[in-house]
């Protein structure tokens, strides 16, 4: 029998998940220059990026046609999916047609996974508009829609051709979204980088006026570690500390159980929850516990968890892509500025944890 990879079999060339990042109005030329080279172009927005950031991009490019969903978590679904293919299908959309999606995380996830289906696979580039598609969602090449609430529960991995960022789209950005999309930025110096998080201390308030750079020190840790490890067989999954919680409260907030939160806001409480769990397992100590919560109390406006969301919450941890065998894992600090993934935690310490997050959010 002949062996994947041998001489005679080429293994599968799967395209790259670390697509090339281009800054400001160079990046904006280079798409110029690009377009031509593929059959037809397509624009996939969101009803506020097509208002505001539509019609900077709208001069770079030849003829198109522009699909815009609404805005929110809620377009992250099938119906919109499909909305997306029926858009490419008008335009005749061929192997060599490009989709570019200008938006937050939201278009960018439902645009990468649209395109990477469609006829088995289309060209896309990202075009991100939110801090938190600029700092985190547009680099890795995962792209997922969600399913009966599930946050991402159907998806793929495959990297856009290109992703164009340019920091003018955040002038229209509300200010909620960006110090929502921070939550990522805080989040890769906490797994990677203590000094970082000795910087981000300092800071008065979020983001600070030099975002840009922030940015790229982003792009650069997320980057290496998807290089590492492109489609998330263990060391990836560090970029997941404080999702497993945070995803959970996201799609409960979806629910309409409580106020609801952006990624970001969901993600900061999560990792705070997460941190109360790694104290739990001696893998934190309290100081390093203290300067986390106190940070992102200080920051962000932490949702408390009535203790009618945990079940609904339980269940959405349990679906986790990271648990196995029903075993719920999660990717915890094992100090500040690492991070260690298959920490092992039951139902009952998960409940410790947010029992122990609420009662230090209530004190003074
Ligand atoms: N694929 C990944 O690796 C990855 C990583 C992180 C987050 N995500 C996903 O990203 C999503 C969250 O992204 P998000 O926070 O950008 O949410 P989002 O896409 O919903 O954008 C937030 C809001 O800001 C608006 N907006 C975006 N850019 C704007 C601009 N320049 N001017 C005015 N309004 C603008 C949007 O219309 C929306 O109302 C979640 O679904 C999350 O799961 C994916």
Do not use: Q
């Given at each position: 029998m002949r062996r994947p990879g041998s001489k005679s079999e080429p293994v599968l060339k799967m395209p790259a998940l670390t697509s090339r990042v281009r800054y400001g109005k160079a990046g904006l030329d280079w798409l110029r220059k690009q377009c031509p080279s593929y059959t037809s172009v397509t624009v996939l927005a969101d009803r506020n990026t097509a208002r505001n950031c539509y019609p900077v991009i709208r001069s770079y490019l030849p003829a198109h046609r522009l699909v815009a969903v609404p805005a929110g978590e809620r377009s992250k679904d099938l119906a919109a999916c499909q909305r997306v293919w029926r858009a490419l299908v008008t335009q005749r959309a061929d192997r060599k047609a490009l989709l570019i999606n200008v938006g937050g995380g939201v278009v960018c996830d439902l645009g990468g996974f649209a395109a990477s289906t469609f006829k088995r696979g289309i060209p896309f580039i990202h075009v991100p508009t939110s801090l938190m598609a600029q700092a985190?969602?547009?680099?890795?090449?995962k792209n997922a829609i969600n399913l009966d609430g599930q946050k991402n529960a159907v998806g793929v991995f495959r990297g856009a051709e290109a992703v164009i960022i340019h920091?003018?789209?955040?002038?229209?950005?509300p200010a909620r979204q960006l110090t929502s999309g921070f939550a990522e930025v805080i989040k890769h110096a906490l797994i990677s980088d203590a000094g970082t998080f000795d910087r981000l201390e300092r800071l008065d308030s979020i983001p600070p006026g030099n975002v840009l750079s922030w940015i790229r020190f982003s792009i650069r840790i997320k980057s290496a570690i998807v290089s590492a490890d492109p489609y998330e067989q263990e060391r990836r999954r560090v970029l997941n500390f404080g999702h497993t919680a945070g995803h959970a409260l996201e799609a409960v907030s979806l629910g309409r159980k409580m106020k609801v939160l952006t990624h970001g806001e969901a993600v900061a409480a999560g990792m705070v929850i997460e941190s109360h769990a790694a104290y739990r397992q001696g893998m934190i100590t309290h100081g390093q516990l203290t300067r986390i919560t106190s940070f992102m109390a200080t920051h962000f406006a932490l949702p408390a968890v009535r203790k009618q969301n945990y079940a609904g919450m339980l269940r959405h941890m349990a679906q986790d892509k990271k648990n196995i065998r029903g075993k719920m894992r999660l990717s915890l600090l094992h100090g500040i500025g690492t991070c260690r993934t298959g920490c092992v935690i039951s139902r009952q310490e998960m409940v410790q944890a947010l029992d122990a997050y609420n009662r230090k959010l209530n004190q003074p």
């Open positions: 985190d969602a547009a680099i890795g090449g920091d003018r789209f955040l002038e229209t950005l």
